[in-house]
């Protein structure tokens, strides 16, 4: 298990560093061309509106058509501060990698309206009350490996290259020695059958959240490993617990607000920026939202059970 493991950690990190390495290069080249400036200008205002510089949309952009770790590539390559990188963990906590986890909800029965409403909604909402209630974080960010310290700048397109390679290289051994083990431990839960434990387990978290018991599986196989990861476990588990339309969407809902809880998380670390602020924020809001929709979709269920009841008895 820890050999099989540690192989597709070694396989996870090459796809993953197959996606930071040339967009962290290319991202430091644009840098110094007129490009990015031009976007940021286009830009500043909205992003103004969430506490952040202009080109801070180059990551958001990049996390949310790709993935997290090409956010994270993005990002390595910006001066910014502890509250601005916070800013930006968060969003792409909630609203990353859209197109191909959108696709995973539609298959397993969501529409795709609704994942997207509600994770570029978090995204946005979450940013703007940061902004608007922490005064902190006004230092610069640490970028774990990779240095922030004033160095001499590149005065040739080689140098400007070599740059970019430097700080690729050293944001993904920093990333694998993160990976590797994760993968490690994923190996580990699916041979030994932990997920089913993991359900077990969940089934008084998912009566509080107001959902039935069978969604457990489902729930526990998106907090281990994700939304796209996960997709096969998820769906699977969708056709042999007969789970239902409203539960389903539920899950969901949850899901899109908080899912690999661990990997997503932990992959921050190399940004320099508190992470268990991060965690709390997004359980904390995926339990308050799906608390409140199965609220709100308990009460129109009533309710219509009533005008059901009162229409047959009118007609009486």
């Keep these: 298990m820890l050999k099989r493991g540690f192989l597709v950690g070694l ?27 031009w976007l ?3 830009l500043a205002p909205l992003m103004r509106f969430i506490g952040l510089p202009g080109e801070a949309a180059i990551p958001l952009v990049l996390g949310n058509v790709l993935n997290l770790y090409a956010g994270i590539g993005a990002i390595l390559t910006l001066d910014l501060t502890v509250k601005e990188v916070f800013i930006l963990a968060v969003m792409l906590s909630f609203s990353h990698n859209l197109f191909v ?20 909604g978090l995204a946005l909402f979450s940013a703007f009350m940061i902004n ?19 160095s001499a700048e590149p005065t040739t397109w080689l140098g400007i290259a070599w740059s970019g390679v430097e700080s690729a290289t050293l ?51 998106g907090l281990a490993f994700g939304l796209a ?20 969407y539920l899950v969901f809902i949850f899901l899109v607000a908080c899912h690999a809880v661990v990997e997503d998380t932990l992959i921050f670390i190399p940004l320099g920026i508190p992470i268990w602020p991060l965690l709390i924020i997004r359980l904390v809001t995926a339990i308050v939202l799906t608390m ?24 009486h």
């Design 171 to 221: 944001g993904i051994l920093q990333l694998a020695m993160i990976v590797i083990p994760l993968m490690i431990f994923v190996q580990i839960a699916k041979e030994m059958n932990w997920l089913q434990v993991m359900s077990r387990w969940m089934a008084p978290f998912t009566r509080l959240l107001g959902i039935r018991e069978n969604t457990s599986t489902t729930l526990a196989s």
């Design 292 to 315: 409140a929709v199965a609220f709100i979709w308990n009460r129109l269920e009533k309710d219509q059970q009533v005008n059901r009841k009162e229409a047959t008895t009118y007609e």
């Design 229 to 248: 990861y996960g997709a096969g476990v998820m769906i699977q588990a969708v056709k042999e617990d007969n789970v239902s339309k409203k539960d389903l």
């Design 132 to 150: 608007l209630f922490w005064s902190g974080g006004g230092e610069q960010a640490q970028y774990g490996f990779v240095s922030t310290t004033p």
């Design 101 to 120: 986890e959108s696709a995973v909800a539609t298959k397993v029965g969501i529409r795709m309206s609704v994942v997207l409403a509600v994770r570029v």
């Design 40 to 42: 940021a200008d286009w």
């Design 11 to 37: 396989k996870t990190t090459w796809t993953l560093g197959k996606i930071i390495f040339p967009i962290t290069l290319i991202v430091t080249i644009l840098g110094y061309t007129p490009l990015l400036g």
